[in-house]
């Protein structure tokens, strides 16, 4: 399936594109804050899809060719600081909702949901308020949404509000800017893959102003600890012991408020997927979906 868009409802067109056989069991990878969907590599799909398995990756709203919503005021440091925006503004909630119109749109009953960063979040919304819809739930990077952990260091705040400065060279040093600070120690923020990838975000969305929005939608939407303790889907949480953006204490607490979860710590990685964590990353992946799908009765089915 080539990149099309697909009406979520609501006013919400989500751009969405699927690799692999579409019989095979389906995986929807959901990524993170300000991030586009190509941010999951290809080959990192790639390894997924020879796994037997049929992969989708889509833009959130407020990102890459999905729907924006410049109207809706970007959020001043004093409104992130108490935690109060403008009426418009949306919430996770609502990002999950867009997520479920792609699954209606696709025509997909239930899938396996992998969320990276606010997309990890944006999955154990999936898993609290449409559970129906998930067979397994991989939360990676993230966090339950409290105020006591998962939190960055305090250096990383002024890089991630920095407006990038005009045209392409601009927004490729504020991109390696945000690498340097948050991702994998020891691995190069000018890496040619993640320079590629920040080349094609450009091309696609050079606006980035939505990262504004979304970082209000997760301080919005609250912690959802006490939630994910009724959350009955079997889930796997995998974070990076070097992790500066959101620290290895919120995959911890992630990890305990959902009842039987899976906590993997993956040595040395940062706020990233950076390739030399692929193999242990996608077998981590791999074994929790296909323990999943063994224990499915009836088969996975699509509507």
Known sequence: MSERLYDAGRGVTICAEGFGDPADPPVLL??????????????????????????IRFDNRDSGRSTCFPEIPLPTPPQLLRRRFDARQYTLAEMAQDTIGLLDAL??????????????MIAQVLAIDHPRRLR?????????????NGQPALKTYPI??????SGLDGYLSQQVAVQRAIG??????????????????????????GRGRQLAAILA?????????????????????????IALSGGRATARAIPGAELHVVPGMGHDLPRQNWDEVLGAIAHH????????????SRR
């Open 136 to 148: 397994s739930l991989t939360s990676i990077m993230s966090s339950p949404g409290s105020r006591w």
């Open 221 to 245: 939407s609250g912690d959802r600890t006490r939630a994910l303790r009724t959350v009955a889907t079997p889930s796997l949480v995998i974070h990076g012991a070097a992790d500066r953006m």
């Open 107 to 120: 025509g997909l009953e239930r899938v396996h949901v992998v969320g990276a960063s606010m997309g990890g």
């Open 30 to 55: 959901v990524m993170g804050l300000g991030m586009q969907m190509i941010r999951w590599h290809e080959s990192f799909i790639a390894d997924l899809t020879r796994r037997g398995l049929y992969v």
């Open 289 to 300: 979906v296909n323990e999943v799908e063994r224990d499915l009765s009836p088969p996975l």
């Open 184 to 209: 994998s120690p020891g691995v190069p923020p000018d890496d040619p893959i993640f320079l590629d990838i920040a080349r094609r975000a450009y091309e696609r969305n050079p606006d980035p102003t």
């Open 160 to 165: 991630l509000l920095r407006r990038a400065p």
